[in-house]
């Protein structure tokens, strides 16, 4: 018998017995529907919290090391108050970097200002979170301008009193009017716009929000350093060139900055090199107990659709005894009604599953609407809720598909 035959008439029968035993299949079927939503809803979740977290780490330069005054994971208490008292870094440690770095790509240095409020004649913008940093913290970051331009060196050299714009604060500052060449005032100076940052909108790992911030030559710190009682935050950002090993990097500028604070050989370090890679890593283990906790969830669910459907095959084929012995009776092999019960299962737990995954992407698309970041069902993940529909279809119509193939035609007709 051609097997594409099999398939068609076994898929008929499946239809057949969901259209005729609507409520029992339907109820069988539940528990594959909920599993796959359980396992492909947990996996599309986590998927797409990664990727919009991977994404914000590559805004804020996966490929950077930062000089900071402590390490980003401290430890203990203890450790944190020990780090307390290292110097901030300087800039003449981002000097430094500069002249003396063989495997330098570019370098920044930006100083965390505080929060100050902006006004443009009459409209005033509170909350605006201010950093003066160098020119090449624009390309640290891949910055992209709406308007304008950034600063140049020229400008952090002559002190000049230019300023950057967040997205979201020139449209607060300026709404429709051309932003380029207006002096706004910020913390009680005068600044002139020189360029606006492209809208780059929300992400769940945000921790500075260029669409909220304002930029200022770092020329400018000392004058906001005074307001804010010295109470700034320091950080000196480095970048490799192309090819360049990061842990060889890392031992090159540990060893300028040691140089350069004149640290003795048996001293410790005053200082810590962080990459966010640290965090990156430290969420994999997150990730992975999100994805363990779907699987034994939707497990559950799962082996429950299991043995429901199983237990409609093990119907059917008493249903169909009577019919199974008069196939066998005609010319048909055990080989061909063992095809014929176990395709009929594998058909019914794709429709189980098929609807588990319609129901994903519903409240995948439900969720995306009240979250700050899109989450949706990818390729793989369909793939993924098919092939356990596929391999449970099978292991569910196995047993029954094996006693129905043994049935005896003469026995087969009789007990039907």
């Not at 063989?102 to 100050?116: H, R």
């Not at 997205?167 to 606006?196: C, M, T, W």
């Not at 599953?353 to 989450?375: D, E, K, R």
Request: net charge neutral; with cysteine.
């Amino acid at each position: 018998m051609n097997v594409f035959h099999i398939i068609r008439e076994s898929s008929v029968q499946a239809y057949r017995e969901l259209v005729n035993n609507k409520l029992r299949t339907f109820l069988s079927l539940l528990g594959i529907m909920i599993g796959i939503f359980c396992i492909i809803s947990v996996q599309s979740a986590v998927n797409s919290l990664e990727k919009n977290i991977r994404s914000s780490f590559d805004k804020l330069g996966n490929d950077v090391i930062y000089l900071d005054r402590r390490p980003w994971i401290a430890g203990s208490p203890e450790n944190w108050w020990k780090y307390a008292n290292n110097p901030m870094p300087s800039y003449n440690d981002f000097e430094t970097i500069q002249q003396k770095s063989e495997m330098l790509d570019i370098a920044a240095i930006s100083a965390f200002l505080g929060d100050k409020t902006a006004t443009y004649k009459k409209n005033v913008v509170d909350g605006n979170f201010v950093i003066s940093v160098s020119p090449d913290y624009s390309n640290i970051f891949n910055l992209q301008y709406d308007n304008g331009r950034f600063f140049s060196y020229n400008d952090m050299r002559r002190g000049s009193n230019s300023i950057a714009l967040g997205y979201d604060v020139a449209q607060e500052l300026f709404g429709n009017l051309d932003p380029i060449g207006k002096e706004i005032s910020l913390g009680g100076r005068k600044f002139y716009v020189i360029g606006v940052l492209e809208k780059t909108g929300k992400s769940l790992i945000n921790p500075l929000d260029f669409d909220e911030v304002v930029m200022i030559p770092f020329s400018q710190t000392q004058y906001f350093a005074n307001l804010n009682g010295d109470r700034i935050f320091i950080q000196v950002m480095a970048k490799a060139l192309p090819g360049v090993p990061i842990d060889g990097f890392k031992e090159e500028l540990t060893s300028i900055i040691r140089a350069e604070r004149r640290l003795k050989p048996k001293e410790g370090d005053n200082f810590a090199l962080n990459e966010l890679s640290l965090i990156s890593n430290a969420f994999d283990s997150v990730f992975g107990a999100l994805r363990i906790a779907g699987l034994i969830i939707g497990g559950f669910a799962i082996l429950v659709g299991l043995f429901s459907v199983a237990n409609i095959m093990f119907v059917s084929v008493k249903e169909r005894t009577h019919l199974i012995g008069i196939k066998k009776a005609i010319g048909a092999t055990s080989r061909v009604i063992m095809m014929e019960f176990l395709i009929e299962s594998v058909v019914l737990c794709i429709i189980g599953g098929l609807l588990g995954l319609v129901l994903v992407s519903v409240v995948l698309m439900v969720v995306s609407n009240f979250s700050s970041f899109a989450m949706s069902m990818s390729v793989a993940d369909i793939f993924t809720g098919v092939m356990l529909s596929i391999i449970v279809g099978i292991l569910a119509g196995v047993i029954p598909a094996g006693l129905a193939a043994r049935l005896m035609p003469v026995d087969a007709i009789r007990q039907g």
